[in-house]
């Protein structure tokens, strides 16, 4: 591929739109997530992307306004509150090492009676959705608010069609919590826990919201106090090596390879990567890649690092 134009003042506009044209030829690569009937309704011609500096710059090309399922990105909300909440007392209840298997992957589950590998994989997001069922006074408000309040925009919504969409179908992730529930690691109703843990990745959003909402990620000397959870500067930095080394399930390597960012994907086709102390990018595009990570979404980061010659390697 040709090298893209970038000045050394960074053009992040002319930047991305480069980046678009470039990545064109990828348009059709991959399919969209159709196990999640509402997901397969939408139309896998679309792309997205914003970029949000933390001194203020922002570009944006495409559908970045437009709202899609974040799905598993969710998951980085979910450790923010349960890192609040529990502390180093979370690591009791879920691991932090990389997987290396497919996000919903029954196998290291059984082997390791019913402790996760990490919060990024289907089967500590549930864990987690668990541990807020039990610390939250009104868990699916609570959630909620705290996304709002991180993202300042009170229009984020679940879209309980996809949620109940997902449940209907949801055979292995209700495999994923009966063998949890069989290993003593899960306290409530498990029909409760796998309604919450689909409505937290039913939420919508957009790669503008997206963006900016990780900011509160990429910038750990910020404050982060939202809703009333805090995370320390060091639980923040640490919440990225958990994205840098658990963020695509089997393709974390891969991705760390080809991006060298901390990020987190998501089935909706959604991708947001951190640039600590830089910036915070979304990208969209619903046709995935066979791990589930969307085709366009990682060529589009990989073209970002390449022409900026900058990642956190
Ligand atoms: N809700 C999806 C699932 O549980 C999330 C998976 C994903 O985005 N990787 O299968």
Redesign the pocket.
Known sequence: MDSLKCSWVMDYQQLLENIYQAILPYAKEGKQADY?PELAKVNPDQFGMCIHTIYGETAAIEQADTRFSI??IAKVFSLAMCLSIKGDDLWKRVGKEPSGTA??SLIQLEVEKGIPRNPFI?SGAIVMADILLSNLANPEADFLNFVRAVAGNDTIDYNKEVAIS?RENGYL?AAIVNLLKYHGTIENDIEEVLHFY?MM?SIEMSCRELSLVFLAFANHRRKFDYAGFTLTSSQVKRMNAIMQTCGFYDEAGEFAYLVGLPGK????GGIVAIYPLQYSVAVWSPRLNPK?NSVMGIKALELLTTETKESIF
């Open positions: 999640i799905q598993s996000f919903n289907n997902e992730n689909f990745c994907s998501g089935v909706g589930g």
